[in-house]
């Protein structure tokens, strides 16, 4: 079973000539303790189009050191990069499949071989407070780096150098940040690359990883040279243009690839927090696989539907798989905070203890039901076909139209579907239709978000109108998860001899909740409607 290690370090460049200075006093400080020498070996393994080092992940064995054994880091969040240990064993030529688990949505069928291979001689010097806790670790590494051939025919690459790296051990952001000033101040540079693995692998990553995409940002507005009468009436429209937020911008096929590329590589880190046991990561993976449904549909007039509509299919499979697993966890969740709420003498018998032992049977039964799903022939298809699909999008003629054009007409349409649901709902008792309105709702807003970037400011203020509904229409449908939760949990209480009561309560203050989000969604829907309009104005 891995062992998790959460590393905190700031990694500094260095030439031959550097010497640590005297860091005593430094941020508390109290010695410096005499360096230690480590010899390190390691191996890392990666995919041939180096998938790991492209999602930021290093897969390495390494020997020597305190710490030997296989070594997973994750990529970095706030400062920090969580890294997996597992111990060495026998397995030398590739990963065990234990170690490659946490990243097989990365890896999927590919096979995962050595790419590179690193010596470094490591001296570590201890910084010690006057309690004699280690606060941090200096080490000052002299790597030689072995890039191992991509193909037949193809060179290894040998690259040298010298760097300097900074952990926490017991100390704070403050001790780091201090002592990294002072090795600056004696000649060290922040390091150029983001890891040694990155430095020996830079050009193979550079060759894999091909040519940027163009920025998504909005481009300044076009300046139209005119002559003549028409001048001053161009530039009043260019004017007019840019405060709707109307812009410049590239060829809708690129400005669709981009936010594809996006929204894949979303897909795949809410997979590894899946994998990784982190919170949130089956809701963010259903996120994610919703997000790209309603980009494959929104962007039908620019894909060939013919091979875009099955992935849709697929992606609505996984989320369809997840949802019991995040339903049943928002719903306790929610439980839980309810009756934390309520006054003691109104939470009559063990209605608290069922609700936790509910969420632990649940926790357990969905987090193997999210890897099953998760690990599936189909599902690591569809990851593959993905990857093909931000690669080379089969592209329409209507691809190559201004972003702008296109993505009006894109937020217009969506906009169109979500009036007809809500006039659906107005005119419907059936409490599927309101869902409806919710899912369209869904859909503008995630294509308007892709939309933002070109569109401008009112599209940016649609979407923050359109997050609020969405919350109000998800309070009302979490609501037919709790209430027959509810149910089912009052029956088993009273079928065990307990009170019965706080069950019934708690089902009718959720009817409560979903009545009051009704009535809120139908004060708010008028606010929207002038949104939708500027919008796509």
Wanted: glycine share 6%; charged share 30%; aromatic share 2%.
């Amino acid at each position: 079973m891995a062992v998790e290690h959460l590393e905190i370090e700031r990694k500094f460049d260095v030439d031959e000539t550097f010497s640590l200075p005297d860091l005593t006093g430094t941020a508390g400080v109290a010695e410096v303790r005499a360096p230690v020498e480590h010899t390190l070996e390691a191996a890392y393994y990666d995919t041939a189009d180096l998938r790991l080092a492209r999602a930021r992940v290093t897969l390495r064995r390494r020997t020597g050191g305190v710490d030997a054994g296989w070594h997973v880091k994750l990529p970095a969040s706030a400062g920090a990069r969580r890294e997996l240990h597992s111990p060495l064993g026998r397995a030398a030529k590739t990963p065990p499949k234990a170690v490659l688990e946490p990243v097989l949505g990365i890896v999927r069928r590919a096979p995962a071989t050595q790419v590179a291979a690193l010596r470094t001689r490591r001296l570590v010097t201890e910084l010690v407070d006057a309690e004699g806790r280690v606060l941090a670790e200096v080490a000052d590494d002299q790597v030689t780096g072995t890039a191992l051939p991509a193909g037949p025919g193809e060179a290894t690459v040998v690259t040298t150098w010298r760097e300097v790296e900074i952990e926490l051990v017991d100390g704070d952001e403050e001790l780091l940040a201090a002592v990294s000033a002072a090795v600056v101040d004696a000649g060290a540079r922040p390091a150029t690359a983001p890891s040694k693995l990155g430095r020996v692998l830079a050009d193979r990553l550079a060759a894999v990883e091909g040519p940027a995409l163009p920025p998504t940002e909005p481009a300044a507005p076009v300046e139209q040279r005119t002559k003549g009468k028409g001048k001053k009436k161009k530039r009043e429209k260019r004017d007019e243009d840019a405060a709707r937020g109307r812009t410049s911008s590239a060829p809708a096929g690129e400005v669709l690839r981009a936010a594809l590329q996006l929204q894949v590589r979303a897909l795949q880190d809410a997979d590894l927090m899946v994998r990784t046991g982190q919170p949130d990561g089956v809701h963010q993976v259903r996120v994610s696989c919703r997000r790209l449904r309603s980009t494959l549909a929104a962007y039908r007039p620019v894909l060939d539907r013919a091979q875009t509509d099955p992935l849709r299919e697929e992606l609505a499979t996984v989320g369809t798989a997840l949802s019991p697993t995040r339903d049943a966890e928002v719903a306790l969740a929610h439980l839980r905070e309810l009756v934390e709420a309520e006054p003691a003498e109104l939470v009559l018998g063990p209605v608290a203890a069922r609700l936790q032992q509910a969420a632990i049977a649940d926790q357990q039964a969905g987090e193997a039901d999210a890897r099953r799903a998760l690990t599936s022939a189909a599902y690591l298809q569809l990851r593959d076909d993905l990857d093909a699909l931000v690669a080379e999008p089969p592209l329409t003629e209507a691809a190559a139209r201004p972003a702008d054009e296109v993505l009006r007409e894109i937020v217009a349409h969506t906009g169109r579907r979500l009036r007809h649901a809500v006039a659906a709902a107005r005119d419907s008792d059936h409490a599927e239709a309101l869902h409806a309105v919710r899912k369209a709702a869904k859909r503008v807003r995630y294509t308007a978000e892709s939309a933002v970037p070109v569109l401008g400011e009112p599209v940016r203020e649609l979407v923050g109108a359109l997050k609020g509904v969405q919350e109000v229409l998800g309070d009302r449908q979490d609501t037919f998860v709790t209430r027959p939760l509810c149910t089912q949990l009052g029956l088993q209480a009273f079928a065990a001899g307990e009170n019965a009561w706080t069950w019934g309560r708690l089902h009718a203050l959720e009817q409560a909740r979903c009545e009051r989000a009704e009535q809120e969604f139908w004060l708010r829907w008028p606010q929207l409607r002038p949104a939708l309009k500027t919008a796509t104005a």
